[in-house]
Structures are given as structure tokens and as C-alpha cells.
């Protein structure tokens, strides 16, 4: 299969194009793709036709291909998104704005000017959380970081917006795919050509400890969040798998052992199931876990998918325990997005079948 621009870092451009070509070149191609996010490499008219001739023939661009789309009452997007080899992925668009807030169903998409891309980074996911769609999958493959890189490209171009947040909490764990996933974080953070700022870009993590080290050691990497969703070592077992190869005691150690930049908090994301792990003990044992760390606590109430044994707890029950938290911890209620269209967190599960090959 031949290799794809999207994906490619400056330094891979110009050694695909060979030392026949002046280093110049390299750029204008690169700025196109992620400055311009150019659609068709045949557009970038400052190229030799000869060269735009050989680009098609030996380097497609790479971008995934929009198979389904799937419009929320709120704004947001599901896309099913096509990749070279037939399988498909997810990602998420999700738009705010003060003028769509301020204006209700008066204000238009050309009102958003800031929105949130969640983007996934395997097709599948091995991990097997008790409570996410995605587990029903299983894993089939990591992403490429050009497969990483073209969601955000794709899912960009829905409306211009002034402000634009990552968050690597789709399909898929991060930390299992590690090398792509920094290697898409170089290419979404460079100013010289997508420029987010790696302030605006979260990777969440189900706990994968030694991978966790490896990522405090990058110099550019992504904020990281930890998805808890248990208050004792039984309880997240029950919940996330992983936890019996990766235990709580040990991943807490692993985030007080964290390097965090002066601007960083960790991020500690909890979902909350009715009945199972949102009692007031729970919040009181959150918060020791917690105690000693310089983190902030998202809760997020469960979204429900089908062949998901769990319940929404009551909101007299969630506030009671942000309530709990917040005396010791900044706590928020992370707001669901698109639920009609199956994109709220957990959700992500391609409802066709992929065929291969």
C-alpha cells in the first residue's frame, strides 16, 4: 500500500520526495496538508504540474473517508469514517458557542467558535470496560498516526471555528498505540502547520502503568486524564478488567510519580453507574485516593447503549457526590453530547458491519 502524505512529518516528506527535489518543496507540501488542509493534493497549485503527477501516483493524501454522518439536535457530529483498508472509526465533532447559547435555536453553525474533536486511536478496543459500547467490538488494529491526524482534518473542516480542543477518548486506548498517538501529537501541535496547543489536547487512559512513565518522559505530549471509574480495587476489577493486570495502588503511585508542567492538573474522569459505584462512601473514598495528587475530578453520568447492564444514577445522587468532592477537589458534571445519535462517551459503536477486503 503506498504510503500516505497525512501521517507524514516534514523530515518524511523530504526524504519520500528524494534529493531531486529542493527542500522547498517539502514545506509547501506540508503547509497545504495541515495549515490549508488541503482536500486533493492536485490543488496545491504552487507544485510543478509534474510533481503534483507524481504525488498522485506515488503518495495519496490519506485522508479517511466520511461512510456515514449523523446530525444530534445539539450540534454535534458522529462521523463513521472510512480508512484505506475498509475498517472504519469514529470520531466525534462537538460544537459550542456563546452565541448559540445566548441566542437558543435562533443562532446557526456559523455561530460556533469553539468546538471539541474526540477522535479515536485503534479500530476497536481490547480493553473490555464493563460500561462502553466500544468493548463490544474487541480490537482489530492501532491507527496510523496519519489515520490519528486525518480525523481531526476531516472533522475540522464541519465549520471554521476559533477555538479548537482534542480529546483522544474515542475508540480505542491511547497508551496501547503510544508511538502513533505521539507521533499524530507532533503533527496536531506544530505551529507551522495544524498549530493546536498541547493545552487543548487530552489523552485518556484506562491506567496502562508503564505506559504511563513512557508519556511523562515526552517532551510533547497530550494532558492526561485517567479514567477511574471505581473507588476500591474490587469495584474497578468488576468494572475495568484491566485493573486485575494493572491495579488501583499502583496507579495512583503512577500519577503522584507523574511529571506534570507548571500549567497541568491530572485529570480523573469517574463514570458514574446507578447503584454500583456512586454511593456517598465511594465519593469519600475518591477523595482519599486523591488526596495527595494535583488533579481535578470529571464526572460523567452513563450513557445508556444496548446490551449494557447498567442504570443512570439519580441527579439527586450525582450532585451529592460532586458535592463530596468538591470539598476537597475541583469536580465537575461533564454535559452529554449528542445521545441521540449515539456519540456521548461510552457510545462509540459502528452500527454497520465494516466489510474487508
Not at 453507574?273 to 453520568?301: E, F, P, Q, S
Request: proline share 6%; with cysteine; charged share 25%.
Amino acid at each position: 500500500m503506498p504510503q500516505a502524505i497525512v501521517g507524514m512529518e516534514l523530515g518524511d516528506i523530504r526524504a519520500a520526495l528524494g534529493a531531486d527535489q529542493p527542500a522547498f518543496r517539502a514545506k509547501q507540501i506540508y503547509d497545504a496538508v495541515y495549515r490549508q488542509k488541503v482536500a486533493d493534493l492536485d490543488a496545491i497549485s504552487n507544485l510543478p504540474k509534474a510533481l503534483r503527477a507524481r504525488l498522485a501516483e506515488e503518495f495519496p493524501l490519506g485522508l479517511p473517508t466520511i461512510e456515514r454522518r449523523y446530525d444530534s439536535i445539539d450540534g454535534t457530529v458522529r462521523y463513521l469514517l472510512k480508512l484505506a483498508d475498509g475498517r472504519t472509526v469514529e470520531t466525534v465533532w462537538m460544537p459550542e458557542s456563546r452565541a448559540r447559547e445566548d441566542a437558543g435555536d435562533e443562532a446557526d453553525e456559523h455561530d460556533w467558535d469553539r468546538a471539541t474533536i474526540c477522535i479515536s486511536s485503534q479500530v476497536g478496543c481490547a480493553v473490555d470496560c464493563q460500561f462502553c459500547m466500544t468493548a463490544k467490538l474487541g480490537f482489530e488494529r492501532n491507527l496510523t498516526a496519519g489515520e490519528i491526524v486525518g480525523q481531526v482534518l476531516i472533522a475540522a473542516g464541519t465549520a471554521p471555528v476559533d477555538r479548537l480542543n482534542i480529546v483522544m477518548m474515542g475508540q480505542g486506548e491511547p497508551l496501547l498505540n503510544l508511538p502513533n498517538v505521539l507521533k499524530a501529537t507532533r503533527l496536531l501541535t506544530d505551529p507551522n502547520g495544524i498549530g493546536i496547543s498541547p493545552r487543548r489536547i487530552t489523552l485518556s487512559t484506562s491506567g496502562i502503568i508503564p505506559k504511563i512513565a513512557e508519556l511523562g518522559r515526552e517532551e510533547i505530549r497530550p494532558k492526561l486524564a485517567i479514567s477511574l471509574n471505581g473507588s476500591n480495587e474490587e469495584q474497578r476489577q468488576a468494572i475495568m478488567p484491566i485493573t486485575r493486570k494493572y491495579h488501583l495502588r499502583y496507579l495512583i503511585e503512577a500519577c503522584k510519580r507523574y511529571p506534570l508542567r507548571p500549567w497541568e492538573k491530572l485529570t480523573f474522569e469517574y463514570v458514574l453507574l446507578g447503584g454500583v459505584n456512586d454511593t456517598d462512601a465511594d465519593a469519600k473514598r475518591v477523595v482519599r485516593w486523591l488526596a495527595n495528587l494535583d488533579a481535578k475530578v470529571n464526572l460523567i453520568v452513563w450513557n445508556p447503549g444496548p446490551e449494557i447492564p447498567f442504570v443512570k444514577p439519580d441527579p439527586e445522587r450525582v450532585a451529592a457526590f460532586q458535592a463530596i468532592i468538591r470539598k476537597s477537589l475541583p469536580c465537575f458534571i461533564r454535559k452529554p453530547r449528542g445521545l441521540d445519535v449515539f456519540a456521548a462517551c461510552g457510545q462509540l459503536k459502528r452500527m454497520e458491519l465494516t466489510q474487508i477486503g
